[in-house]
């Protein structure tokens, strides 16, 4: 499938795939929608409660979910291990092509006198070995996995705190918004867990909820109304 290079409303690139229509962030904003829905409803819930996180994407695509919560990790000094699922891995070009380093750095501007060291470990992420745990830096170890998302019990990974729920929209690729593969991706996580995800999807609401999440759906990133995020066994919010 033909995949193309385009500028987002922030500013920022994503990779487009032609014969879907569909890209792998919002148009609106590749940046605004990454820290919206996966650090500002997933990440921060943690930040005052726990003092290690253990993540799992589904939907590794550019790596910018990950570089940002890296940052995320240096930034608040809080130990990351995080895994990454991808089943059709980015290519060297289009990483080099999408390059949103410039993009996501600006908004920490408390790092810039490591700014070196952050584009060394932005670059390490990508390049990083597949299937392997890598330490990329002090606070963040990530292991990326290529395997299909209804064989992520194969993965020999388990006990996640978190999931950023990052697949492709249901218009494209609707059995990766049902419960089928939502039961997967519980099976991996803890007692106590959060699912973040930028769909506000009636068929995952209600195949969270009937895992034992209590759902919430809150105001969506830039061009989108509504997101949504599971609770299971985790304090409710205020």
């Not at 921060?44 to 290690?52: G, L, Q």
């Not at 990083?128 to 170890?141: A, C, G, Q």
């Not at 996995?145 to 992520?152: H, M």
Request: glycine residues 6%; hydrophobic residues 35%; charged residues 30%.
């Amino acid at each position: 499938m033909k995949r193309i290079i385009q500028e987002t409303e922030d500013g920022s690139k994503t990779i487009y795939i032609e014969d879907w229509d569909e890209s792998y962030h919002s148009k609106h904003g590749a940046v605004q929608e990454a820290f919206h829905v996966f650090i500002k409803n997933g990440f921060n819930h943690f930040i005052a409660t726990k003092n290690y996180i253990k993540i799992i994407e589904i939907g590794l695509g550019t790596g910018l979910n990950s570089f940002i919560t890296l940052l995320e990790a240096e930034k608040n000094q809080k130990p990351i291990q995080y895994v990454g699922i991808e089943k059709y891995p980015v290519s060297e070009e289009e990483f080099q092509l999408v390059n949103f380093f410039e993009d996501v750095f600006k908004l920490y501007p408390e790092l810039e006198h490591r700014r070196d060291e952050f584009l060394s470990y932005y670059q390490h992420l990508f390049y990083s070995d597949w299937e392997h745990w890598y330490r990329i830096s002090p606070f963040f170890e990530i292991r990326k996995v290529k395997e299909d998302f209804f064989n992520l019990k194969n993965i020999n990974e388990n006990e996640f705190d978190l999931v950023y729920f990052d697949a492709f929209g249901s218009r494209v690729q609707p059995e990766l918004w049902e419960k089928e593969l939502l039961e997967i991706v519980d099976y991996l996580t803890k007692k106590s867990a959060v699912f973040t995800t930028y769909a506000a999807k009636g068929t995952i609401k209600r195949g969270l909820k009937d895992l034992g999440y209590t759902v919430q759906k809150r105001p969506g990133p830039p061009g989108k109304r509504e997101m949504m995020v599971g609770l299971k066994d985790f304090p409710l919010d205020e």
